[in-house]
């Protein structure tokens, strides 16, 4: 006969702790966070596969940024075919504003909605604290941002994706007749 457990979740001190269906007490657990460093554990599209983006960007604004991305938006664009994510600049105030393809990425793993994330957010960042708004500067300041974070959170951030055959998928073509049709 199989075991049943009852576990309770302890949000003070960020462990499992739990019953068997005796009464016996079964080891506590240190949260799954605590347990993997990794943001992109493969365990993490069961745990949590369709994650928020919003809270998201807030936990890493905070652990990767020291905040300083809190005048910063981040927001799906149901439209957005050619690429995984676009950050952009707007208006003399100094709007910066994350775009993330919701048809790219609501379907792939929650891996690469977290290093898109990631990725933009790195160019938020640098426009944020150095002004700079070069769309598609991936130059040392990037790559550094790019490498202490890979090394942190044992991300796979890189330069460009990979989501050609999805982008094609969305390629829409007109066609036009030359002929009697």
Known sequence: MPTISVVSWSKTSGTMAGNDRNGAST??????????????????ELIDPT??????????NDRFFDGALAGCEVRWSPRMT??????????????CSIRLSQPLL???PRKDLVETLLHEMIHAFLFVKERNRDHD?????????????????????????SFHAEV???KQHWWRCQGAC
């Open 137 to 161: 500067g991936h130059g040392p300041h990037f790559q550094s941002h790019m490498h202490r974070i890979n090394h942190i959170a044992r991300t796979n951030i890189t330069i460009y994706h």
């Open 82 to 95: 050619t690429c995984a994510g676009l950050c952009c600049y707007e208006g003399r105030g100094g709007l």
């Open 106 to 108: 609501s379907l792939r």
């Open 27 to 44: 080891s506590s657990f240190r949260s799954h966070e605590e347990q993997s460093d990794s943001l992109v554990d493969p365990s993490w």
């Open 51 to 60: 994650p928020d983006v919003h809270a998201m960007f807030l936990q890493f």
């Open 168 to 170: 094609a998928n969305f």
